[in-house]
């Protein structure tokens, strides 16, 4: 019994300042944390000017002021208290939230670690207007006049005075503004009808009026993210299903290092979601470039009683009511769009500020062994099976594609012109006259026509807009692959082989549990997959195109993508991966010698394949110098 007592009294409460003070560990990281959820607040005030005043990084002082609707003398004391708000009242509003702020939390804690002053005015005297300020103690709060315009300003000085074991984990005033203004450019992209300031130690350094037309808004992307991106991005628009995506998709040929240019709003919210990104990837499976990254601006549009955006304090993640649909219209939109990514002539392949530029030279696996740098060697097909999977396979498959396309090398897969003297058939392609039309420039096709080769790698050819230079190889390449694409989804289903020896796999029961759910959906892959125990899996039967390939990493990366995202691409994958290879290998070589015909018809074989812009491996196929960068190389007219 004494035993009993000594161990009552010790689980209590904790002091209001310690518990703001923990939550602040939650929500505010570093100044940019702070930035946001000031800003996040003035969106919600209805504001249609904010300005965001930094000195020193944020670590002496992060201002954001507003013209919103303002807070009141009664709530301006609730307005630093912990769960406090004015968002949600009940647990129907948190399902269908639709402001970016409902917890309550925010100005409590940065209260509680930084000296904040709040000052605000809900009248539309100036003369009016009350003060709060709270310097990391207790939520005592005393409310003083202070003539204000109507609207809010908070002021955050000193953050982790009184914590220095977190301020020391700052870094330099430089590194910290880059975060600032990176929070400050998500919210300015997703609100274009707020006119937004910028400054850093009393220097302006964005300036963004408002407006949401077209136009400003691509000014405005234009200043936050670099001309270079709304030059080398595509516009898309589409809505199905109650989901509504709109914005902006960078070309796979402008494509980055890193992935610090990727945006995505969920009802005007900046997130970052593993199933977004997911789709994302595999939108631009087939087209970007290892290892590098995309770049987007997209914004998504949903009901907001089918997203949770209740999932992180920070806010930064959801969960979608149905992902599996979120995720298949988000797949779907950007397939289509990066599909039509083929030579037009309204959207030149490079801008007039690129033709200067020296592209840096990436490596090939085409490349066998050093040679000359102008020459670009082919790599024949191995012949044992030990270097490529299902090498017998793939030769029949060539065999085959080669049957329906005898002279694809001679021909560019492009019905040639008539010999001098012989008739056209009538259901006979004709080829475009092999001169510029003098009389007619809209008349010439967008890749123009030929002029000759380039070491006999480059096509050069003369368009309306100037000079166009063509891989050939790669041009060739990308249009055979998606030749024996679209003949593979003809063939209307996928050519199965069952195994000899079923493979015995060990799973978790997770793994056991979704091979069982999914069944169905594994089966239209054209792989046989039964559940032989609590914990073991039968491999019985693949696709004939990856017999040879590894069943278990093929069978464990498909069971993930189906329990994350609900539908899975790796068979779809690797057999793509193979027809790549294969039509590497079966495109023309380099150094072979073209005739005009044949470098005319691949460029009209280009003009007509979707993603025709890369190559298989994602390098830009073609580009175009436009007659003003060529009249600036040799100073003509300065």
């Not at 609730?78 to 769960?83: D, E, P």
């Amino acid at each position: 019994m004494t035993e009993l007592n000594s161990l009552s009294g010790r689980i209590h409460v904790l002091d209001p300042r310690l518990a703001n003070q923990i939550a602040a560990g939650e929500v505010v990281e570093r100044p940019s944390s702070v930035t946001k959820e000031l800003i996040e607040n003035a969106i919600d005030a209805g504001s249609q000017r904010i300005e965001v005043e930094i000195e020193q990084g944020g670590a002496r002082l992060i201002k954001v002021r507003d013209d919103g609707i303002g807070i009141g003398e009664q709530d301006l004391p609730l307005a630093l208290a912990r769960h406090a708000t004015s968002k949600i009242s009940s647990l129907e509003d948190l399902e269908g939230v639709s402001s970016l702020g409902f917890r309550g939390e925010a100005l409590a804690s940065i209260s509680s670690v930084s000296r904040l002053e709040l000052v605000s005015n809900a009248d539309e005297d100036p003369r009016q207007g009350w003060r709060v300020v709270a310097e990391g103690r207790g939520m005592e709060a005393r409310v003083t006049p202070t003539p204000h315009p109507r609207g809010t300003s908070v002021s955050v000085r000193d953050l982790f005075f009184n914590t220095p074991a977190r301020r020391k984990f700052l870094r330099t005033e430089k590194t910290e503004f880059a975060h600032v203004e990176e929070a400050f450019r998500r919210q300015a992209l997703s609100r274009y009808d707020i006119a937004w300031v910028l400054r850093h130690n009393q220097k302006v350094v964005h300036q963004l009026p408002p407006g949401n037309m077209p136009t400003a808004r691509e000014r405005r992307i234009a200043s936050l993210l670099g001309k270079n991106f709304i030059e080398h991005a595509r516009y898309i628009e589409r809505e199905a299903g109650g989901l509504r995506l709109s914005g902006w998709v960078g070309l796979p040929t402008h494509s980055r290092s890193q992935a610090d240019q990727q945006y995505f709003f969920v009802n005007g919210r900046v997130v970052r979601d593993r199933l977004v990104a997911h789709a994302v990837r595999q939108a631009y499976r087939d087209v970007l470039y290892n290892g590098r990254h995309p770049v987007f601006v997209l914004y998504l549009e949903l009901d907001p009683d089918v997203v949770d955006v209740n999932v992180h304090p920070t806010k930064h993640e959801v969960r979608f009511r149905d992902g599996r649909m979120v995720h298949d219209f988000l797949y779907s939109s950007l397939h289509h769009c990066l599909a039509a990514s083929k030579p037009t002539e309204e959207e030149p392949a490079a801008s007039d500020t690129q033709a200067n530029e020296v592209v840096e030279p990436t490596v090939s696996a085409e490349v066998e062994q050093p040679e000359p740098r102008w020459q670009q060697q082919g790599m024949p097909l191995s012949e044992g099976s030990d270097r490529h999977p299902g090498a017998e396979r793939v030769r029949r498959f060539m065999q085959g594609y080669q049957a329906l396309h005898p002279d694809h090398e001679e021909t560019l897969l492009t019905p040639q012109p008539s010999p001098p003297g012989q008739r056209p058939a009538a259901n006979e392609v004709r080829e475009a006259p092999l001169a510029m039309p003098a009389h007619d420039a809209t008349a010439a096709p967008p890749l123009g026509f030929a002029l000759g080769q380039l070491h006999g790698v480059y096509i050069l050819a003369q368009n309306a807009q100037g000079l166009v230079l063509v891989d050939m190889h790669a041009a060739h390449e990308r249009i055979v692959y998606e030749r024996m694409k679209n003949q593979l989804a003809a063939a209307k289903g996928i050519d199965t082989q069952p195994l000899l020896v079923p493979v015995s796999l060990a799973a978790s029961r997770s793994e056991v549990a979704t091979a069982e759910s999914e069944r169905d959906a594994i089966a239209q892959l054209g792989v046989e997959l039964d559940v032989a125990g609590p914990e073991t899996l039968l491999v019985r039967q693949l696709p004939a195109l990856l017999a040879q390939a590894d069943p278990e990493a093929l069978v464990r990366e498909m069971l993930e993508e189906l329990a994350r995202f609900g539908r899975t691409h790796q068979v779809e994958a690797r057999i793509h991966e193979l027809l790549s290879t294969m039509a590497c290998h079966g495109s023309v070589r380099a150094n072979r010698r073209l005739t005009l015909d044949e470098m005319n018809a691949l460029l009209r074989d280009m003009e007509r394949t979707e993603r025709s812009d890369q190559c298989n491996h994602g390098r830009p196929t073609w580009t175009q110098m436009s007659m003003k960068a060529l009249d600036r190389l040799f100073l003509r007219g300065q």
